[in-house]
């Protein structure tokens, strides 16, 4: 890279000699993509060849300072990303990065120019999400659509870094991320006093018996609504988990692969992870669903509404039984439904079965996933300091 002056000479029609001075700049350049090459340009002045010069030096080191000129709102970043993460992402965690793209992260970040866009405009940003309310959930989620987009920017040669990977996440979002997995967890005679107010409840059997499969077998609510008499095995005592259904809303440029199918809002795939796994009958439900399902096809759903052949969707069951006030008075206030397939992981560990299995049960890919919900019950901290107390005479 350099900036040299030349001096051109040319004669006119009168003969007399007149003198041209001017600076030629000329730089190589190493664009992301292809050989290096070459650029020169001549400019009246100094100062001129010289500014050339620097943005073109500033092109030659993986920035492009025309792009970084455009705010995150006008670089058309998402259009550009978006093929990209529909082939990497399951429908559902899509719908969640583009919601979380266009409600947070356009609307805090969206007028920062590219170029200016820095890890501290991340972070504070996520504390903007976080002190207007958000749940961590939904600040991880745009934080993670962010550093999705920057990561194809990247790999596309439009800016060098990506500010989002490298953001701290907020105080409090690890532990809140622990709670949300391993929430509340319930004994079996907890479990079976919950099962039973269902079951008294007026038409209230094929709710309590979801309910209770969820909490001794592990399944996911999606996973469970979803299920199939063929993937019972009566003869082996075993259920195999091979689809989910879960409620995403369309859009226009969807395009789903082989693996997904909708029907109206309902997303029929395969499980998270998209991985098959087989997971224990508890040997107490085999009677009951083998009742439940009498008469029925193997490609007929195990839990149908009360309307017929319909899956039970998940505001229905908590509609139909009065969850929240339900779980308030048998001394659980929010419990959530997940924290079912919780109460399944925590009793499997508390009955001496190896962590490993409880994993491959759970369908969980990090065995660290799984040690969350290696913990004590509520109950059984209350009797450890009931003995304390008794040993110390008090």
């Given at each position: 890279?350099?900036?040299?002056?030349?001096?051109?000479?040319?004669?006119?029609?009168?003969?007399?000699?007149?003198?041209?001075?001017?600076?030629?700049?000329?730089?190589?350049?190493?664009?992301p993509?292809?050989?290096r090459?070459?650029?020169?340009?001549?400019?009246d002045s100094?100062?001129?060849?010289?500014?050339?010069?620097?943005r073109?030096?500033?092109?030659a080191?993986?920035?492009?300072?025309?792009?970084?000129?455009?705010?995150?709102a006008?670089?058309?970043?998402?259009?550009?990303?978006?093929?990209?993460?529909?082939?990497?992402l399951?429908?559902?965690?899509?719908?969640?990065?583009?919601r979380?793209?266009?409600m947070?992260?356009?609307?805090?970040?969206?007028?920062?120019?590219?170029?200016?866009l820095?890890?501290?405009d991340?972070?504070?940003?996520?504390a903007?999400?976080?002190?207007?309310?958000?749940?961590p959930?939904?600040?991880?989620?745009?934080?993670l659509?962010?550093?999705?987009v920057?990561?194809?920017?990247?790999?596309?040669?439009?800016?060098?870094?990506?500010?989002a990977?490298?953001?701290?996440?907020?105080?409090?979002?690890?532990?809140?991320?622990?709670?949300?997995h391993?929430?509340?967890?319930?004994?079996t005679?907890?479990?079976?006093?919950?099962?039973?107010?269902?079951?008294?409840?007026?038409?209230?059997?094929?709710?309590?018996?979801?309910?209770?499969?969820?909490?001794?077998?592990?399944?996911?609510?999606?996973?469970?609504?979803?299920?199939?008499?063929g993937?019972?095995?009566?003869?082996r005592?075993?259920i195999e988990?091979?689809?989910?259904?879960?409620?995403?809303?369309?859009?226009?440029?969807?395009?789903?692969?082989?693996?997904?199918?909708?029907?109206?809002?309902l997303?029929?795939?395969?499980?998270?992870?998209?991985?098959?796994?087989?997971?224990?009958?508890?040997r107490?439900?085999?009677?009951?669903?083998q009742?439940?399902?009498?008469?029925?096809?193997?490609?007929?759903?195990?839990?149908?509404?009360?309307?017929?052949?319909?899956?039970?969707?998940?505001?229905?069951?908590?509609?139909?039984?009065?969850?929240?006030?339900?779980?308030?008075?048998?001394?659980?206030a929010?419990?959530r439904?997940?924290d079912?397939?919780a109460?399944?992981?925590?009793?499997?560990?508390a009955a001496g079965?190896?962590?490993?299995?409880?994993?491959d049960?759970l369908?969980?890919?990090?065995?660290?996933?799984?040690?969350?919900?290696?913990?004590?019950?509520?109950?059984?901290?209350?009797?450890?300091?009931?003995?304390?107390?008794?040993?110390a005479?008090?």
């Open positions: 890279m350099s900036v040299t002056k030349r001096t051109y000479e040319s004669t006119d029609k009168s003969g007399k000699t007149r003198t041209r001075e001017i600076w030629r700049a000329r730089v190589w350049t190493y664009p993509h292809g050989p090459r070459q650029l020169e340009e001549e400019f100094k100062t001129a060849a010289e500014k050339w010069e620097r073109q030096r500033d092109t080191q993986g920035r492009n300072v025309d792009f970084e000129r455009l705010t995150l006008e670089s058309g970043l998402w259009a550009r990303a978006e093929p990209v993460l529909r082939s990497r399951a429908p559902k965690t899509f719908d969640h990065y583009r979380g793209w266009n947070r992260v356009l609307a805090t970040l969206g007028g920062v120019k590219l170029g200016a820095s890890v501290g991340v972070e504070r940003a996520q903007t999400w976080a002190a207007a309310g958000a749940k959930s939904s600040v991880r989620q745009a934080r659509a962010l550093s999705a920057l990561t194809v920017a990247v790999s596309d040669g439009l800016i060098d870094t990506n500010v990977r490298v953001a701290r996440r907020p105080a409090g979002d690890k532990m809140a991320r622990r709670d949300r391993v929430g509340q967890t319930m004994t005679d907890q479990l079976d006093g919950l099962v039973t107010l269902i079951r008294e409840m007026e038409g209230g059997g094929r709710y309590a018996l979801m309910v209770e499969l969820m909490g001794y077998a592990g399944l996911r609510y999606g996973e469970a609504a979803g299920l199939f008499v993937d019972l095995d009566f003869h005592g075993l988990v091979q689809r989910q259904v879960t409620e995403v809303s369309k859009d226009q440029n969807e395009t789903l692969s082989s693996e997904y199918r909708r029907v109206g809002n997303l029929w795939g395969p499980p998270k992870g998209e991985k098959t796994r087989i997971v224990p009958m508890p107490h439900m085999v009677a009951a669903l009742a439940h399902t009498t008469g029925q096809g193997r490609g007929d759903l195990v839990f149908r509404s009360e309307r017929g052949d319909k899956v039970i969707r998940g505001n229905v069951l908590k509609r139909r039984v009065n969850w929240r006030k339900l779980v308030a008075r048998h001394g659980f929010g419990f439904v997940h079912l397939r109460t399944a992981a925590t009793n499997y560990l079965v190896p962590v490993n299995v409880v994993r049960i369908g969980h890919e990090d065995i660290k996933v799984t040690n969350l919900y290696a913990r004590s019950h509520d109950d059984a901290l209350t009797r450890a300091a009931a003995a304390m107390d008794k040993y005479g008090h």
